[in-house]
């Protein structure tokens, strides 16, 4: 049964640091081909791609996170990372972590390309 939990999501002030994790169970992530993206949602809009990262270890980001963001994985723990520095309240939002089983860069960050989705943890930055 595949499953992703995420966790590490909370309140922090603007300039503040989070670190969010993905754990990714029953999907062969170790070895295999993967491609996994952190998503955010704000109420009202739409799922934004923020960071991918594939098993080559190709990563892109978004543009509003570049250079803020940082996205890795632990493979012997089948965990994925989302580190968070230089928050801003526009940051604020439900991240979700997700999962397909493939590799296409250009389509890194693209919501409507992942099956497998997590339930989400929230983020709030307050200015």
């Known amino acids: 049964q595949v499953q992703l939990v995420e966790s590490g999501g909370g309140s922090v002030q603007a300039g503040g640091s989070l670190r969010l994790s993905c754990a990714a169970s029953g999907l062969g992530i170790r070895y295999g081909t993967y491609s996994m993206g952190w998503f955010r949602q704000p109420p009202g809009k739409e799922r934004e791609g923020v960071a991918g990262?594939?098993?080559?270890?190709?990563?892109a980001y978004g543009d509003s996170v570049e250079g803020r963001f940082t996205i890795s994985r632990d493979l012997a723990k089948g965990t994925f990372f989302l580190q968070m520095n230089g928050l801003k309240p526009e940051d604020s939002a439900m991240y979700y972590c997700?999962?397909?089983?493939?590799?296409?860069?250009?389509?890194?960050?693209?919501?409507?390309?992942?099956?497998?989705w997590g339930q989400g943890t929230q983020v709030t930055v307050s200015s």
């Open positions: 997700a999962v397909r089983l493939y590799r296409t860069r250009s389509t890194l960050l693209r919501a409507h390309t992942y099956m497998y």
């Open positions: 990262i594939d098993s080559d270890a190709y990563t």
